[in-house]
């Protein structure tokens, strides 16, 4: 099961409807024309909507609708309307005040709803940290927008993961819905383990509707960041289907063969934005298709008519997508472990998109998705661990997804598993993933990646293994993983399994005879931020003064404190940086992952032993005056890293939200903080993770070394270091 179940309880509140003026004067209006545009920006609220009427009284400010005042007269669907009614749940109602997250029936028609339109209707969260509903006016009188915003999450992922808006026009029949995020760090479709929203638009309890997303129907590519929908009002209410047709980074493809079949046999091509339209449809039972020469695309077609297919009783939008398939290496095996503390499916296997394109799964043999599949059965249950990747999933660039086993508990806070394992993965198994769910298609030519231990008690066969394998572990709990090299900034892919991956715990023991690094776990998943060092750019905050100091009070690029601390029993190094933010969008998380460093089970004789620690906030010197240093914190709640952080930890800098983003062309000045164990030579390289707005980055995001590259020689007092080593 994904997330607990809420039961489901009556509560009665008061519900207060949307005020209806005189409809007179409004233009005939019977149904809405959709465009879509990309690389959309949000128009941020100023103003917090409050009173709102809750129906989870356990979590305030959670399944809640408030009453709003139109700053004008808005008209929907011919009928003009004074307030509106939104919903914490991605809702605006204009007839209706429900408070209804999705549980039961969540495809258009909906009877729950009156006059609504629907954002991002699904289970959501807004009483995070910076998280709520917010309203602002822009524009002239007579051409005002009245702008309402979702600052929101889904349940156990990080607060401000989800920033969508709607948009009302004045004097017009027209309303916009733009995606700021969704999906963490591009889209959001089926396989991310969260209910796909629905989002659309109906009059009245459904007499009349345009549908664009939902379970029903998921729009091929899910939805994206930037994406803008403008719904535009039309006296023509007959029915239609519509979309767009483009490749897995949305761009358009023109030419498209678009068929249409059933009650009426059409054919069309798409034009130069993609764009492709049936109208004035009066039948029931439809099949729409692309096809372009041996092409494959996704969905491979929609159909509606009769149960159990969905009626045709709306307009629909359809989009598809051309699926390229993937070579092996695209989508890698970047971190795992087959056990973890108390359970033995206490595990889970990360997947990568090894590639700066957006990936959106399709398989080519018609099957149902990508498999990730165990190579031998659970001796405690002789079932087959195996996971299907459905169909649609879209994974962006250098983004992650995460497959968890049944007992994931001590890392679901740090992240979430997307979906789970039908079986457990026995200790010292082997996992691969392959480009197809047809099992008799599970060979070579299909794998994309495989991951698996040197086990000669239970031998992994080579599909599920790359190289020799991996030393095997055996049957021993603890907070560990085994996770992909990243120490040129991307994952390390010679496939030699033994040579890529390296073993890391929170304590630095050995398990099994295999000695681990000192470290930590550090699963992602769809809504984590990616790897950015292409776009957040690293530099000296004082030029004036790059090499290391004794003086903590200065801005110097290293700052060496002999007094001793938990976890540095010969003082801290600090190492402090500018970090800038070199994209056109906002940053809305930014942490920091360790790749390398000497520490307990990761150095040489001579090196150093390193661990990582929290830093505060501290105002400092720099050559122009006064520096505001900000902290960085330490991700374990959980896994908790008592001996300080290592290999694959990560820092946050919990300044940066949703609220607080890192702008376009801004800096913020950090401190990293280090535990000095030992003295002796010392690496520390780091990859910048930062999750962004709307708008297309500036640069590949997987494109670059490492963000930070620096290293020497620590002791009691400072060195001078290699000019090679004199970087930022």
Known sequence: MRFPVRYFSFVLCALVLGVALSSSRALAQSSYAVSQSAGVGITPGT????????????????DCVANVALPFAYTFYGQTFAT??????????????????????????????????????????????????????????????????????????????????????????????????????????????????????????????TAFNSACGVAGGGLRNGLALTFTGTDNAARYIAGRISDPDGFPLSGVTVNLTGDTNAQTTTDLSGRYSFDNLAGSSYTVSASQGTASFYPASRIFGAFPQVPFAGSQIINFVRTPTPN????????????????????????????????????SDGSSGWTVQAANASPVTGGLANYILPRGTVIPPR??????????????????????????????NGVALFNTANVANLNASTRLDAVGFNNTTTPVAALYREGAGLTPIGANN????????LNSGLPQDTNDNASDFVFVSTSGAT?????????????????????????????????????????????????RDSTPVANGVAGTLSIRRKWTNRTNTPVTRLRFRILDLPTLGNRAPTDADLRVLSSSDVVVNGANGAVNLKGLTLEQTPPTQTGGGGLNSSLRAGSITLAAPLAAGASINLEFRLGVQIDGNYRFFVNVEAQVGSAPPSASPGASANSLKTGGYVQQQPKTLPNSLKQP
């Open 47 to 62: 103003t917090q909507v409050a009173g709102f009427n809750c129906a989870d009284v356990a979590s305030p400010n959670n």
């Open 511 to 559: 398990f099994g005879g295999v000695q681990s690094a000192l470290g930590a776990p550090g699963p992602e998943n769809l809504y984590d931020p990616i790897q950015s060092n292409s776009q957040i750019k690293v530099s000296y905050i004082d030029p004036g003064c790059v090499g290391t100091s004794t003086d903590p009070t200065t801005a110097c690029a290293r700052v």
């Open 84 to 209: 509106a009614n939104v919903s914490t749940n991605g809702v605006l109602q204009f007839s209706s005040a429900n408070n209804d997250y999705g549980q039961f029936q969540v495809c258009l028609p909906l009877a729950q709803f009156s006059n609504a339109i629907f954002a991002h209707w699904t289970d959501l969260q807004t009483n995070g940290v910076g998280e709520g509903i917010f309203t602002s006016v822009t524009g002239d009188p007579g051409s005002r927008i009245f702008n309402v915003e979702w600052r929101a999450s889904y349940e156990f992922l990080p607060p401000g993961t989800l920033n969508f808006e709607i948009r009302l026009y004045e004097n017009q029949q027209r309303f916009d819905i733009v995606y700021g995020t969704v999906g963490g760090n591009g889209a959001s479709a089926p396989g991310g383990g969260i209910t796909v929203p629905t989002v659309g638009v109906q009059r009245s309890t459904g007499s009349q509707y």
């Open 328 to 363: 092996a290496g695209d989508v890698l095996i970047s971190e795992f472990r087959f056990r973890g503390p108390r359970f033995i499916t206490n595990e889970f296997v990360e997947l990568y998109n090894n590639t700066n394109s957006t990936i959106v799964v399709n398989t």
């Open 399 to 428: 983004a992650h997804f995460l497959v968890a086993g049944s007992g994931y508990d001590s890392l679901f806070l740090y992240a979430p598993g997307e979906d789970f394992f039908e079986d457990d993965i026995p200790d010292d």
């Open 478 to 485: 603890g907070e560990y993983a085994f996770v992909r090299r």
